[in-house]
C-alpha cells in the first residue's frame, strides 16, 4: 500500500518520532486479540479519536483500529500506531469465558500489518447502547490480552474474516513505520456509503485534499476523549479564546495524546474556561434543560463554565449570572462549618474530579473530599451540581450521538461500538 509520511512541523514532533523509533526497536511483542468493524454502518471515519476521514494513501490508510477502554493500552492510544501480526494460537476466549478454536483463522503466517488507533472499544455503561461487554471489559486479558476492534481492511489482511475473531500479537511502533514483512490487500472495497463526499470531507478515499495535514485540532475535555487524547477540529471559539491548537499532522505523525501534552496544562487553567455555546442557544438553555452531561456537548467543549466542568479564572470568563451565582454559594458554603474542598490525593483539583463526574462516587462522599465544588455543603446549590455530576456518569464512554444541526462537527467524532462474532 502506498504510504505516504507527513512532514514532521516542529523539533517536539521529531524528537517524539525518534524516540518512537527507538522504543519499537526494542519493544517486545505483546498478546491480544481482534474482532473487525468498517461495514455496515460502522464507519472508521467517525472514530471517537476525532481523526476524520481515512484516506487510504495517507499515512496507514484503512487500516485503522479501535482500543478497548479497559485496556492498559488505551490511555493516550488517540493517533498511536502498532504492528500487528496474526497468532494461530488454538483457543480465544471471549468475555463470557466462551472458547473458539483458531488454530486456522491466519491466512499469511509471519505477515504484519501498522494500524493507527482511531476509535475506541467501550466496555459496559449504563445508557450506551454500543458497548461491548464480550470483547471490551478486559476479562480474561490475563490470556488474551488487549483488544483490538481493527478494521476489516486490516483485519482481512491477516486472518480469515469468516471466523470474525482471531489472536494476534501487536507491538507500537512509529506510524511511518514499514513493515519488513506486510502483509498483501485484501479484497474489500470503500463503499459509495463510506466516500468523503458522503460523509462531508474533502478529496477522495484514496488521497486528502491539500489543506489536510495542516487542519488546526484541540484537545477535548470530556473523561474519555482526554484519557485517550481525543481531538476535534478548533473552531472560531478556539481562536478567539486562545486555545492551544495542534496541526492533524503533527498528530497523525506522533499520536494525540503526545502532541497535546505540552498543551493539556495549559488548556486546564482558568484562561480555557470558556463559556462557549452551540449556535443558535444559550448556555443557560442548555443548562435547564439539561444536557451539560451530553457527550456531543462534552466533546465540543460548550458551556463548560455554567456547567460547573471548569474553575473561570478569577470571574474573567464569560459564564453566566447563574453560574456566577453558583460559584459565590459555593464560596460562601465553603467557609462554613464542615463545608470544605480538600482534594483527594491522586494530585487532581476538585474542579478536575468534578468534570471526570467523580462527585457523586462513594469514596468522594465518604472521605468528604471536593464538598463544596461538588455542592454538598447544603442549599440550592447542591442539588443543581448534583444533577449535572449524575448526567456525567452516565456518559462516561463515547457513544454514538444525533446531536442537532448546531453540532455537527463535534458529532462526526462520536462512533458507536459494534463487535459481534461472524
Known amino acids: 500500500m502506498p504510504r505516504s509520511c507527513l512532514r514532521l512541523t516542529t523539533p517536539l514532533a521529531l524528537a517524539l518520532a525518534l524516540l518512537a523509533g527507538l522504543a519499537a526497536a526494542d519493544g517486545d511483542w505483546q498478546t491480544g486479540r481482534a474482532t473487525y468493524y468498517g461495514l455496515d454502518g460502522w464507519s472508521i471515519h467517525k472514530g471517537a479519536c476525532g481523526l476524520g476521514y481515512q484516506y487510504k494513501n495517507q499515512g496507514t490508510g484503512w487500516d485503522v483500529a479501535a482500543i478497548a477502554d479497559a485496556s492498559p493500552e488505551f490511555a493516550g492510544s488517540c493517533g498511536r500506531c502498532y504492528e500487528v501480526r496474526c497468532d494461530p494460537?488454538?483457543?480465544?476466549?471471549?468475555?463470557?469465558?466462551?472458547?473458539?478454536?483458531?488454530?486456522?483463522?491466519?491466512?499469511?503466517?509471519?505477515?504484519t500489518v501498522v494500524v493507527r488507533t482511531v476509535d475506541n472499544c467501550p466496555c459496559n455503561y449504563p445508557g450506551n447502547a454500543y458497548s461491548n461487554k464480550r470483547w471490551c471489559c478486559g476479562d480474561n486479558s490475563g490470556t488474551q490480552g488487549t483488544h483490538f476492534d481493527m478494521s476489516i481492511w486490516a483485519f482481512e489482511k491477516l486472518a480469515d474474516v469468516a471466523q470474525g475473531v482471531a489472536a494476534i500479537q501487536f507491538r507500537r511502533v512509529p506510524c511511518s513505520y514499514t513493515p519488513s514483512n506486510p502483509a498483501p490487500d485484501g479484497p474489500t472495497g470503500m463503499p459509495p456509503s463510506e466516500q468523503p463526499s458522503a460523509l462531508g470531507y474533502g478529496g477522495d478515499a484514496y488521497n486528502p485534499p491539500s489543506n489536510f495535514?495542516?487542519?488546526?485540532?484541540?484537545?477535548?475535555?470530556?473523561?474519555?476523549?482526554?484519557?485517550?487524547?481525543?481531538?476535534?477540529?478548533?473552531?472560531?471559539?478556539?481562536?478567539?479564546?486562545g486555545t492551544p491548537t495542534i496541526s492533524l499532522g503533527d498528530v497523525l505523525e506522533t499520536g494525540a495524546s503526545a502532541s497535546t501534552s505540552s498543551s493539556s496544562s495549559s488548556s486546564s487553567s482558568g484562561s480555557s474556561c470558556t463559556d462557549t455555546p452551540p449556535s443558535g442557544s444559550t448556555c443557560e438553555q442548555q443548562k435547564s434543560n439539561g444536557q451539560c452531561g451530553q457527550p456531543w456537548m462534552l466533546s465540543g467543549n460548550y458551556c463548560?463554565?455554567?456547567?460547573?466542568?471548569?474553575?473561570?479564572?478569577?470571574?474573567?470568563?464569560?459564564?453566566?449570572?447563574?453560574?456566577?451565582?453558583?460559584s459565590s454559594a459555593s464560596s460562601s458554603s465553603s467557609g462554613s462549618s464542615g463545608c470544605t474542598d480538600t482534594a483527594p490525593s491522586d494530585g487532581k483539583g476538585c474542579w478536575q474530579h468534578k468534570q471526570w463526574g467523580n462527585c457523586n462516587q462513594g469514596w468522594m462522599t465518604a472521605g468528604n473530599y471536593c464538598a463544596s465544588t461538588c455542592g454538598r455543603c447544603g442549599g440550592s446549590n447542591?442539588?443543581?451540581?448534583?444533577?449535572?455530576?449524575?448526567?456525567?456518569?452516565?456518559?462516561?464512554?463515547?457513544?454514538?450521538?444525533?446531536?442537532?444541526?448546531?453540532?455537527s462537527s463535534s458529532s462526526s467524532s462520536w462512533s458507536g461500538r459494534r463487535l459481534r462474532l461472524k
Open 304 to 326: 463548560r463554565a455554567t456547567c460547573g466542568f471548569c474553575k473561570p479564572d478569577g470571574g474573567s470568563s464569560s459564564s453566566s449570572s447563574s453560574s456566577s451565582s453558583s
Open 382 to 407: 447542591s442539588g443543581s451540581n448534583g444533577s449535572n455530576d449524575g448526567q456525567q456518569q452516565q456518559v462516561q464512554a463515547f457513544s454514538s450521538s444525533s446531536s442537532s444541526s448546531s453540532s
Open 213 to 241: 495535514a495542516s487542519q488546526p485540532m484541540v484537545m477535548r475535555f470530556d473523561d474519555s476523549g482526554e484519557k485517550q487524547g481525543a481531538l476535534r477540529p478548533a473552531g472560531d471559539w478556539d481562536t478567539k479564546s
Open 89 to 111: 494460537r488454538s483457543v480465544v476466549t471471549d468475555g463470557y469465558g466462551n472458547s473458539f478454536n483458531r488454530s486456522g483463522v491466519c491466512k499469511h503466517p509471519g505477515a
